[in-house]
Nanobody, 118 residues
Framework: QVQLVESGGGLVQAGGSLRLSCAAS????????MGWYRQAPGKQRELVAG???????KYLDSVKGRFTISRDFAKNTVYLQMSSLEPEDTGVYYC????????????WGQGTQVTVSP
């Protein structure tokens, strides 16, 4: 049984910072990509940032320069450092892990709320 445990969400004023963490536990091997998605009320879920097993990263255009994704391979943990937060960053942030060789997998965390007040 694989679990993704997220932490770090909360309420912050515009211009502030938050750090999200997501730890994958259980029988999980051959992780390819760890990432963060978010979903704002009335909007579709979108990729915020992702990092591959090789260390390559990808960011949503609107968060480039403000958010930084990092990964601890030994702990199967991914982090999202969010700075200069804007009200438009408000939403539920979901951790996502994709991997597998013969049998691919795609796991989601339960989500953590991030609210940025003006």
């Amino acid at each position: 049984q694989v679990q993704l445990v997220e932490s770090g969400g909360g309420l912050v004023q515009a211009g502030g910072s938050l750090r999200l963490s997501c730890a994958a536990s259980g029988s999980i091997f051959s992780i390819n990509v760890m990432g963060w998605y978010r979903q704002a009320p009335g909007k579709q879920r979108e990729l915020v940032a992702g990092v591959t097993s090789g260390g390559s990263t990808k960011y949503l255009d609107s968060v480039k320069g403000r958010f930084t994704i990092s990964r601890d391979f030994a702990k199967n943990t991914v982090y999202l450092q969010m700075s200069s937060l804007e009200p438009e960053d408000t939403g539920v942030y979901y951790c996502n892990v994709v991997g597998g060789t013969i049998v691919p997998y795609n796991y989601w965390g339960q989500g953590t709320q991030v609210t940025v007040s003006p």
